[in-house]
């Protein structure tokens, strides 16, 4: 199965501190999207890298590819409360059509 | 402005009735998708919908699911005979006319409750 795994699977944070969310994978990809989930609610894209990126930034995200460890991370810089949610990371193999989601890291920013 | 309005926001059924979601994409996207979410579980791939015609599905997409575009415009899911375990958020996505370089957009999905 080409389906991510996030881990840790839960993360508590206090506001204004970094979160670090990982992501691995496990057979070829074409790139590797991060999205956000609020609770009851559809999935947001926030970021997309490609195969041939390393790093990639947009706002207080950072992600980062490694493609020869199959792995990738999403880092928000100076939490607040209001990115608490989940955050799964999502893969389309180089062969196929299907977008393959991870199990999420559910994220808690306390104030 | 939503990319994707999926209907009904919540459905409520008895196990063995017949369901059908709904999904209208803004834009006239060509690639459409169905993905399933069981409370505080992974997102599950069903189907991917191409030029209408299932381009892809997977193994939980079985016989007792199907999908259409009736009428150019939505895009539906049927699930026949529902049980249990389909009770699930429904998320319909769409992304653009070239798949490998753009995100999907999702809608708020439908959530089904089966008793």
């Known amino acids: 199965s080409q389906q991510g795994e996030e881990d840790p699977q839960a993360l508590s944070i206090q506001e204004g501190e970094n979160a670090t969310m990982n992501c691995s994978y496990k057979?070829?990809?074409?790139?590797l999207q991060w999205y956000r989930q609020n609770s009851g609610r559809g999935l947001v894209h926030l970021i997309l890298i490609r195969s041939n990126e390393r790093e990639k930034h947009s706002g207080r995200l950072r992600v980062t590819l490694d493609t020869s460890k199959k792995s990738s991370s999403l880092l928000i810089t100076a939490s607040r409360a209001a990115d608490t949610a989940s955050y799964f990371c999502?893969?389309?193999?180089?062969?196929?059509?299907?977008?393959?989601f991870g199990t999420g890291t559910s994220l808690t920013v306390i104030p | 402005e939503p990319e994707v309005t999926q209907t009904p926001s919540h459905q409520v059924t008895q196990m063995g009735q017949e369901v059908i979601l709904r999904c209208v994409p803004i834009?006239?996207?060509?690639?459409f998708y169905w993905y399933r979410q069981i409370l505080g579980q992974k997102v599950e791939f069903l189907v991917s919908f191409y030029n209408n015609e299932i381009s892809e599905k997977s193994e939980i997409f079985d016989d007792q699911f199907s999908v259409e575009r009736p009428d150019g415009s939505n895009f539906t899911l049927k699930i026949r005979s529902t049980k249990l375990e389909d009770s699930a958020m429904y998320f319909c996505a769409r992304t653009g006319t070239r798949r490998n370089t753009g995100e999907l957009f999702f809608g708020e999905g439908s959530r089904l409750t089966v008793l």
């Open positions: 057979t070829s990809i074409n790139n």
């Open positions: 999502a893969t389309d193999a180089a062969t196929g059509n299907q977008f393959y």
């Open positions: 834009s006239n996207h060509l690639y």
